[in-house]
């Protein structure tokens, strides 16, 4: 096997960082701002401010001393940060303090090295901050590595972002709406905190899941690209300005997993079941018509079976694509699509052009969707039916399912329980059937 190029090393690395959050919390506190303060004096001596306020400087020091520590125990000494004026609207770390003065003193104190905007050219993604050996000794001779640290629930749990995707505060428009959303998540996050969730896995099947999570990191940056059991909060986001398009959860560690290591969860140190919502989309699509959805709409009728998960995800690009031709841009550059179909096309295919006539024609009765860019609103109707099953699990049952999308992963005696609260919720939302779906994707349970 070739080894890896430098960049191709630097890629996984960077890609393994650790997100950073501020909703960590110190078990010393005491300690923790001792520390802080040393550091905040070599940050003012190496990059000073035209006024010291050490008031407000102090914690936000505090709060990355902690990412740090997370960094160096899970990210590989790697830390992603946004450098983005638009990020830190509203939040306890302001842009002024955390990218102009420490993260600026850090790298004059060669305690940094940055990879701005991911590393060579890979844009898209936030900076990441390598930490050098030399802060890993200065943190070290602190005291810091022992200090215990608590991941907290988030403040804000509904987060809305705009047009150019930077975090904005809730406007006056949407504060109702929003503030029932927030009340709803803070049921859920209390529920979770004080539910043990785990995954059974051996010290080598960890590395194994790193390593996947890191490689499907580096090219899809939404998902995390290490394994922290800590991070079992939830937030709802919605984009562009509205409650009306996305609104899916994001957070929890079995969201960026590998699929085939979620049937390895634990709730309650018990095995879990997980229910999918199959073919949600065309589902919610067909209902909004007043049309039965055909029984697996992403088989079509001539294609070979094999070509189902090609049909899936082009009906995805079809739905989030605003006209055809960009439908067909994305489609030909898709790597997953590409590497399903093998450069092969299915019988009596000669083209994606071809491709997307066929799903057009079989699924005629929603085709005036495609290319419309419904697929962004679709989300937000599916994260609200997951809300809801959410919630239904909590009230009725006592019991927490963990979603994953348009699926749900339950205590394996709680599974009848989630398929009926699943077919409820979706035709209390849509007035229409559905069809529900155990997970087959499975790891050997069995060890030597």
Known sequence: ??????????????????????????????????????????????????????????????????????????????????????????????????????????????????????????????????????????????????????????????????????IIKTPDHLMAKA????????????????????????????????????????????????????????????????????????????????????????????KTRELDYSAMHPRLLYAAEGLPCPDDPYDIKGFDERYRAVTKKIFVIMLNSHNRANALKAIKKDKQISALRNKKYPKGIKNFDQYLQRIEEVLSGISHHFYSGIGIKLQSKDSAIAADVILRMIKDYGVICLPVHDSFIVEDEQTDNLYGVMESEFLKHTGATCEIKVSIDKVDLTQD
Not at 185 to 198: G, P, Q, R
Not at 236 to 253: M, P, V
């Open 1 to 166: 096997m070739r080894e890896p190029s430098e960049k191709e090393r630097k890629r996984l690395e960077c890609a393994g960082a650790y997100w950073f959050s501020d909703e960590l919390k110190s078990g010393d506190p005491d300690l923790l701002t001792d520390v802080a303060n040393n550091l905040l004096e070599l940050i003012y001596q190496a990059s000073p401010p035209k006024r010291k306020h050490p008031k407000i400087h102090l914690p936000q020091v505090e709060m990355f001393l902690l990412n740090a520590l997370k960094a160096l125990d899970l990210g590989g000494g790697f830390l992603a940060i946004s450098k983005a004026a638009g990020y830190y609207t509203g939040k306890k770390i302001s842009y002024r303090v955390m990218v102009r003065i420490i993260l600026s003193g850090l790298k004059k104190l060669g305690f940094l090295i940055e990879h701005k905007g991911y590393y060579e050219g890979i844009t898209g993604y936030n900076t990441r901050v390598g930490i050098t050996d030399t802060f890993a000794n200065w943190i070290s001779d602190a005291d810091l590595y022992a200090t215990p640290m608590i991941l907290t629930k988030p403040e804000r749990p509904l987060k809305i972002k705009d047009n150019s995707k930077s």
């Open 179 to 270: 503030t029932i959303i927030e009340d709803d998540m803070k049921v859920i996050n209390d529920f979770l905190e004080k539910t043990d969730i785990d995954i059974a896995a051996t010290n080598e099947e960890l590395l194994q899941i790193n390593k996947a999570m890191r490689e499907k990191a580096v090219n899809d940056k939404s998902r995390g690209g290490h394994l922290d059991l800590s991070s079992k909060y939830l937030v709802r986001i919605f984009n562009n300005g509205s409650l009306d398009h996305g609104g899916r959860f994001y957070g929890g560690w079995w969201l960026h997993i590998p699929k085939i290591w979620r049937s390895r969860i634990m709730i309650k140190n018990t």
